[in-house]
């Protein structure tokens, strides 16, 4: 796993092309997920942007406040679709139903990253990858890798 680090933007690919290696080595029958926990400017939908970049998504990736979820395709052999999901405003896992949650999850090809993953937490496989972001300094950031 990705030894914790301290990383400025022009480093986050790198911790990203990382990061992509490890979701590779995960379980894929089923979707994979990676977990994003840090404060708001943390760097969460940074990251997953630099993932995109990394998974050639095609579509301008912007952060899914609103719309809770969106879902872009790749030109990546193994994660077909990435999935970015902020539940931020998801107040009850209840809420998932409508979204095609339990679907989405099932799907081997996908890639869903999740920005505050704590709240629907009930509703996640043990064990998923979580990365904590936090904020250094104005261009410095630290990543560390464990499991939720
Ligand atoms: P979050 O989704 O966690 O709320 P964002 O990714 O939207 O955070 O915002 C992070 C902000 O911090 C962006 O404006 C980004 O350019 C800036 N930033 C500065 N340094 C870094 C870094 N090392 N890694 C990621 N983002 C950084
Ligand atoms: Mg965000």
């Known amino acids: 796993m990705l030894s914790a680090q301290s990383f400025k933007l022009n480093e986050l690919n790198s911790v990203a092309t990382e990061l992509v290696k490890i979701l590779e080595g995960e379980n894929l029958k089923t979707a994979t997920i990676l977990a994003l926990e840090g404060d708001l400017g943390a760097g969460k939908t940074t990251l997953v942007q630099a993932i995109g970049g990394l998974l050639k998504v095609e579509e301008v990736i912007t952060s899914p406040t609103f ?41 081997g090809n996908a890639l869903v990253c999740i920005e505050w993953p704590k709240r629907i937490e009930a509703a996640l496989p043990k064990g998923v990858i979580l990365v904590d972001l936090a904020v250094l300094d104005d261009e410095t950031r630290t990543v560390q890798v464990s499991r939720l």
């Open 67 to 107: 719309t809770i979820m969106k879902q872009y395709k790749t030109a990546h052999s193994v994660f077909e679709s990435l999935v970015h999901i902020d539940a931020y405003r998801i107040d009850s896992i209840n809420e998932l139903g409508p979204l095609g949650f339990s679907e989405l999850l099932s799907q």
